[in-house]
């Protein structure tokens, strides 16, 4: 976080745009776009992807959005090249102190860093023969495909673009006075879950959850001025018809959450039986 907001800082111009690579870049992406976050503020100039070999083993519902290979601009980027190198000096540094381990890991990524600089013209001419290579590759594979099985790659776009926008569920669609309504049933929900259990463990955790959906609930009543003395009662009748759109909303999201089971219980299947995948 403190080399991004550094990074972010050497390159002030709001119209550069960056790309970042990172393991689990999915969870990463989830704490930045918080708005207590410092990094809040610069998050539309970031791009992120999970490194090619640790994708694979996340959800298909993350790699959705964050593989490599289905984000624009990034093209055959591994993500792996700097811990590739850096991992060599893993034996050597792990007895140093910490000052001097970060002193070699410093003018290791220095030495690197030239020498990528000095090899840039070879590697991109490299990687863009290589790229055709898997183009062909790949366009007969399709052809193949649609042969077989009617299946364009027009369609596949279209199916992978569906699923991405899928992932925006419809609680982030809610108008305001449903959203209102949703986190008071839920701090409804919560109040009724404090009154039931001894344990303190649980009891803090509960706690935490309430005080966050208070501050929800009153985030949503400055948007909609209602004043704290006139807050909903999600059970009074007169709110029957936003109570039946919550109930409609939540079976959608159940119904939706078993459909992602199904299809990542297929997914992990098909590469578990598939003899010719190759990766991690």
């Known amino acids: 976080e403190c080399l991004i907001d550094n990074f972010q800082h050497k390159f002030p111009n709001s119209d550069q745009k960056f790309i970042f690579l990172y393991d689990i870049a999915c969870s990463f992406h989830a704490h930045i776009s918080k708005s207590n976050n410092p990094l ?6 970031f791009k992120w992807a999970v490194s090619i070999f640790h994708a694979y083993a996340h959800t298909p519902s993350c790699q959705k959005i964050y593989h490599p290979r289905t984000i624009e601009s990034i093209g055959l980027t591994d993500g792996e090249s700097l ?7 893993v034996n050597i540094t792990k007895y140093m102190k910490s000052n001097h381990r970060l002193d070699i890991l410093g003018m290791a990524l220095e030495h690197i860093y030239q020498k990528l600089i000095k090899k840039l013209a070879n ?23 649609e042969q077989q099985y009617q299946i364009t ?18 609680k982030n669609n809610l108008k305001s006075e449903d959203a209102y309504f949703e986190v008071l049933m839920e701090l409804n929900t919560i109040i009724n879950n404090i009154s039931k259990t001894n344990d303190n463990k649980k009891l803090e955790t509960l706690e935490k959850k309430r005080l966050n959906a208070l501050k929800k ?13 006139h807050r909903w009662n999600p059970m009074d009748s007169k709110y029957s018809n936003y109570l039946i759109n919550y109930c409609i909303n939540q079976l959608n999201m159940i119904i939706n959450k078993l459909r992602n089971e199904r299809n ?8 578990l039986y598939d003899k010719n995948h190759k990766g991690k």
């Open 264 to 271: 990542e219980y297929f997914f992990k299947t098909a590469y």
């Open 40 to 45: 809040h503020l610069y998050q539309d100039r």
């Open 217 to 229: 609930i009153e985030s949503l009543e400055s948007k909609l001025n209602i004043l704290e003395s």
């Open 123 to 145: 590697n991109l001419l490299k990687r863009f023969r290589n790229a055709q290579m898997v183009e062909k590759d790949s366009l007969e594979k399709l052809a193949t495909f």
């Open 83 to 89: 811990w590739s190198y850096l991992g060599k000096f």
């Open 153 to 170: 790659l027009q369609l596949i776009e279209e199916i992978i673009q569906k699923q991405k926008e899928h992932e925006y569920t419809i």
